[in-house]
């Protein structure tokens, strides 16, 4: 029996409501964290109890001064939930977007939630040796024992109809047409991966490290929250020997996003995507967990990234960040609940 919390921005009641009720059986024994991108709640969902509500009033009356770093009018408002969701030591957190619904023909007789959890608890699993040459095996290569194993703390899980494309690359493929695929993998040690927040599920111990940038209002980035997270959370993993798996379990991704507006919003980060992930390769790391290893790129981003003041600020609010699971202390008696693991 796992304990598992989800957590879903939302700004469309309407869109919040059908996710709810869609998925209402499958996450009957779970605990679902809505967090509205608006000042009050605009709507209410009392009549699911395992539901909790949130909105910036409540993010500025338990952050207080450090309210700032949840940014607002941006997917990336969900971070506030990543808090509370650790707050009721879980087993598994995981994040979905409101436009994203079970697989319509999914014959598995095990959930979706499980899923997640099975795929955390199978491990990663990759090549350790590399030949030196081709066709022919030289001396000294084990006969069996070639890949390596390492314990699975975050799990990318994908999705169907609607594809997380770039806007580029959705004006290239709604001309051509072709079907986007996937397969289960480990993302090798050393590589990095696009990270979208629409499917993930990890360990809580990541989720000091685990916050969706400072985007939207206010600043001068969009739409790269969680591709940016990603790379830092992958960076960490990395150092501390764990594993980041990508694949199932997948969902229905049901809406595209407006693709002139995603063209605005992420132009002024494509230049800084190119080499921001070079910047975090360059941080050195001695941290023991995933809280000191963030600091510690927090620290060092804005020394190797040219991305001026937005970086001073970004690691301002990473630091702030882990100051808050020094603060908090996990509650005992948490709302997630029992799902069955298998």
């Not at 609607?162 to 959705?170: G, R």
């Not at 997948?250 to 919003?265: F, G, I, P, T, Y």
């Not at 630091?319 to 509650?331: N, R, S």
Request: overall charge negative.
């Amino acid at each position: 029996m796992i304990k598992a919390t989800i957590v879903v921005p939302t700004i469309r009641e309407s869109c919040i409501r059908d996710f709810l009720r869609t998925w209402e059986r499958e996450f009957s024994s779970a605990h679902v964290i809505v967090v509205e991108d608006n000042p009050e709640k605009t709507f209410d969902l009392g009549r699911y109890p395992n539901v909790s509500h949130y909105s910036w009033a409540d993010i500025d009356s338990e952050l207080g001064s450090s309210s700032w770093i949840i940014p607002r009018r941006t997917d990336c408002v969900r971070s506030y939930g990543y808090l509370k969701a650790w707050q009721e030591k879980p087993d598994m957190i995981v994040t979905l977007d409101d436009d994203c619904y079970p697989m319509e023909q999914d014959n598995s007789r095990t959930g979706f939630l499980a899923r997640h959890w099975a795929r955390l608890e199978e491990g990663g699993d990759e090549d350790a040796w590399q030949q030196s040459g081709r066709g022919v095996v030289t001396r000294g290569v084990p006969y069996f024992h070639t890949r390596r194993r390492r314990r699975c703390v975050l799990n990318h899980g994908l999705w169907t109809r609607v594809p997380d494309y770039d806007a580029p690359t959705q004006l290239v493929e709604a001309r051509l047409g072709r079907v986007f695929s996937f397969s289960n993998q480990t993302i090798p040690a050393g590589r990095y991966f696009p990270m979208c927040g629409m499917n993930v599920a990890w360990r809580p111990e990541v989720t000091p490290a685990f916050y969706f940038l400072l985007m939207g209002r206010n600043y001068e980035f969009d739409r790269f929250g969680d591709i940016w997270a990603g790379v830092f959370v992958k960076r960490i993993c990395d150092h501390l020997g764990v594993a980041v798996l990508s694949g199932e379990p997948a969902v229905d991704h049901q809406r595209a996003s407006n693709v002139w507006a995603n063209l605005k919003k992420e132009a002024p980060g494509l230049e800084v995507n190119e080499t921001l992930w070079t910047a975090v390769d360059a941080v050195t790391l001695t941290g023991t967990t995933f809280g000191e290893c963030y600091r510690e790129i927090a620290a060092g981003l804005p020394l190797q990234c040219a991305a001026g003041e937005y970086m001073k600020k970004l690691g301002q609010a990473m630091v702030a960040w882990t100051d808050l699971f020094e603060q908090t202390i996990p509650e005992t008696s948490g709302s997630a609940t029992p799902i069955l693991a298998g």
